[in-house]
């Protein structure tokens, strides 16, 4: 393995994960290891632009890697949409001599970091975290496996009250544009329905679907609805809908909302930041540069930024499949 660098940064931007900690910690122990200096930036891009650094080394990140969100904090930059931003965050690196990024986010972390490598040729690797899973490039994006059992756990323990009271739940998970986390959770959980933004059931058959559930003898159920569904209506919405044509449900509305972005990690997405961190800094050290660290099939993978940002990942199409099944 041939050194082409001294001093890489390291940033979280955009909505937070768990497992962002474990990323930066495995980041700066795996610069440490190849006496690589290495400098935390906080709030993501807005940090990068004012200069706002820290100097970190093996043991400043210990007792984190259980710990949820990201201590050097996070933040969606707008300064950086604009040249003057970029510009003035390149002025900060070259005076702190730092030659290479660390980015860990989403693709709006990514296309900033894209756009920067372009303008001034400067050496970026992505670390693939958000909690939506819909990045391309990797099978797993950190902090979906966290959100994905917080979610199981709270849809659980609606589960019990609908139970308790007959009664229909409409749970709303995050997932604007993409629907794995309401997909997984939605047949972890054995939701009755799942409506995301990949595939548009329509209201009326979810009224149909609902009936159907009512006459074969369900006394309570679970809707899981993502946020972006493509019935374009909100959970409150869906609630005044069905209350209006179904007399024979009593219908609540629930939100995990930012929660699923809390917590601490799961042990998955501990192990995946660390082995991302450690690829990462190794891939800048062999001189790789406007790539993100993925895993695929549970290999380490690269996959260019650019590749990664287009479009969404696709969600798993027998799943669908397998949740009509289940709800027989
Ligand atoms: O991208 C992650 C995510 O949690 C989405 O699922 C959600 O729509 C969005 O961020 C919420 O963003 P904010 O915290 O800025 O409201």
Same mark, same amino acid.
């Given at each position: 393995m041939h050194k082409t660098i001294k001093k890489i940064g390291v940033m979280t931007s955009g909505g937070d994960s768990p497992g962002m900690n474990a990323a930066i910690r495995s980041v700066v122990r795996t610069c440490a290891y190849h006496n690589i200096e290495c400098f935390g930036i906080y709030k993501g891009y807005e940090g990068l632009i004012d200069g706002d650094f820290i100097p970190l080394d093996a @043991?400043?990140? @210990? =007792? +984190? +890697? $259980?710990? =949820? &969100?990201? !201590?050097l904090k996070s933040a969606r930059s707008k @300064? !950086? @949409?604009t040249k003057e931003g970029r510009k003035a965050a390149h002025d900060q690196l070259l005076k702190n001599n730092i030659d290479s990024l660390v980015l860990i986010g989403g693709d709006g972390t990514f296309t900033g970091g894209l756009v920067f490598n372009q303008e001034y040729g400067f050496p970026v690797m992505g670390i693939p975290g958000t909690i939506? $899973?819909? +990045? $391309? &490039?990797?099978?797993r994006t950190l902090g979906y496996d966290t959100a994905l059992n917080t979610a199981v756990e709270a849809i659980d323990k609606i589960r019990d009250t609908a139970h308790s009271h007959d009664r229909l739940f409409f749970v709303e998970v995050m997932g604007r544009d993409v629907g794995h986390i309401a997909l997984n959770a939605g047949v972890g959980a054995g939701a009755e329905e799942i409506l995301i933004p #990949? #595939?548009?059931?329509?209201i009326d058959r979810l009224v149909e679907s609902l009936e159907r559930s009512k006459k074969s003898g369900k006394s309570s159920s679970i809707v899981i609805v993502a946020e =972006?569904?493509? +019935? =374009?209506?909100?959970v409150f919405e869906l609630k005044d809908y069905v209350d209006e044509n179904l007399d024979e449900y009593d219908v609540r509305v629930s939100v995990l909302g930012h929660m699923q972005r809390g917590g601490s990690p799961t042990c998955y997405d501990r192990v995946l930041a660390s082995r991302m961190g450690v690829k990462a800094v190794e891939s800048l050290i062999e001189g790789k540069s406007n790539f993100m660290v993925g895993t695929i099939h549970d290999k380490m993978e690269l996959c260019p930024l650019e590749k990664a940002i287009k479009g969404h990942s696709k969600i798993n199409k027998e799943l669908i499949r397998v949740s009509d099944i289940m709800t027989t």
């Open positions: @043991r400043s990140v @210990r =007792g +984190i +890697i $259980n710990k =949820g &969100g990201t !201590f @300064r !950086f @949409r939506d $899973n819909d +990045i $391309n &490039g990797t099978d #990949e #595939e548009d059931m329509g =972006g569904d493509k +019935i =374009g209506k909100s």
